[in-house]
């Protein structure tokens, strides 16, 4: 039994319950037969920083499996197409940088890893290109040209991104993510208002088998993963509230599909039902305005606002905060107003 799903995280989170004719086998060589594209080198790094885990516990690289054994942890992600990923000169916002990490405050509408749709103008290809003029090493295990992503957020997500730049620093980082120390938090702006300030969503994510590009939840936890996210209201404008969301764990699309889960999408999220009104009066004048607040925004309202983590090689506790971009204030401005006149009037 097997399961492998692509995450946030930099890698394939998997879970295997070994079978029960298997031989005993170094557990390297038995990842290393079902692991696509991942070297023995990247597999043994995993296992040595407990990134994968036997029966819950950490082991050595020879470690031989045995019959029911559970087997889980993460393995660099498989490239999403074949062929040569091109490097572009595609501008960069550095908010950080040393020898080791770099902290990109992304913008929206770029993807972060090349696939079939979109092979070019990637975050990837732009630091393909910046990499090579700083004439940084690829790293072992790398040689398709992907650098250090340690994590990805979506197209239209915008915010903070961490970017591991040798072997040492991206398998520490991953150990964080895998141990949900890594701090993050997003703000988003959704549709409603709130019962509770605060509170957890404990809901299974998993793909949607009506349309695979799409997640869905998942709340009797019969399929899916489990995907842990703790909200907190930070305005509340009746129609709308501005939100800050706190991830456990690093599931695809998690706070997009957790917020539509209880009842309050993401503003403008197209593919999980925030781009119409959900809340509101039937006057065409109100439904204008909520089109105005659409048409300024390139995508949907959510920005990775904060990134903590230990730093790999110093081991110095590092924080990092992006402000919202503009046209997302200009919204939350309009939002405010259109409030405050209703209220005197």
């Known amino acids: 039994m097997e399961e492998l799903q692509q995450d946030e995280i930099f890698g394939e989170e998997f879970k295997i319950i070994v079978d029960k004719k298997q031989t005993p086998l170094r557990i390297d060589k038995f990842l290393l037969n079902r692991m696509m594209n991942a070297t023995r080198n990247k597999i043994q790094n995993a296992i040595k920083n407990d990134i994968v885990l036997v029966n819950d516990k950490p082991v050595k690289p020879n470690y031989k499996i045995r019959p029911g054994d559970v087997i889980s942890g993460i393995i660099p992600r498989k490239r999403d197409f074949e062929g040569e990923i091109q490097a572009e000169d595609i501008p960069l916002d550095i908010v950080y940088e040393d020898e080791d990490v770099m902290v990109i405050n992304k913008p929206a509408g770029m993807v972060v890893h090349p696939g079939i749709s979109n092979y070019s103008g990637t975050l990837v290809n732009a630091l393909k290109f910046y990499f090579d003029k700083i004439s940084l090493p690829v790293m072992e295990g790398n040689e398709d040209d992907r650098p250090g992503i340690v994590h990805r957020i979506d197209k239209n997500t915008t915010g903070l991104l961490l970017i591991a730049k ?98 309050h999408p993401v503003f403008n999220d197209e593919t999980y039902g925030g781009d119409k009104v959900i809340k509101g009066t039937v006057f065409t004048k109100y439904k204008q305005f909520v089109q105005n607040n659409f048409n300024m925004l390139p995508g949907h309202a959510l920005h990775a606002r904060s990134l903590g983590f230990i730093h790999p090689k110093t081991g110095k506790k590092m924080y990092f905060e992006a402000p919202l971009p503009d046209y997302f204030e200009q919204v939350l401005e309009k939002w405010r107003s259109y409030v405050t006149n209703k209220k005197e009037n």
């Open 166 to 263: 040798n072997d040492e620093s991206i398998t520490k980082l991953a150990k964080q993510f895998f141990d949900h120390s890594i701090e993050r938090e997003y703000w988003a702006l959704v549709w409603g208002n709130f019962d509770e300030t605060e509170n957890t969503i404990d809901v299974n994510i998993g793909r949607n088998p009506k349309d695979r590009k799409m997640m869905i939840a998942f709340p009797e936890g019969e399929a899916g993963k489990n995907a842990v996210t703790h909200y907190k209201v930070l305005e509340d404008m009746y129609y709308v509230s501005l939100v800050s969301c706190r991830l456990e764990t690093g599931r695809t699309h998690q706070i997009r599909v957790h917020m539509k889960y209880i009842g």
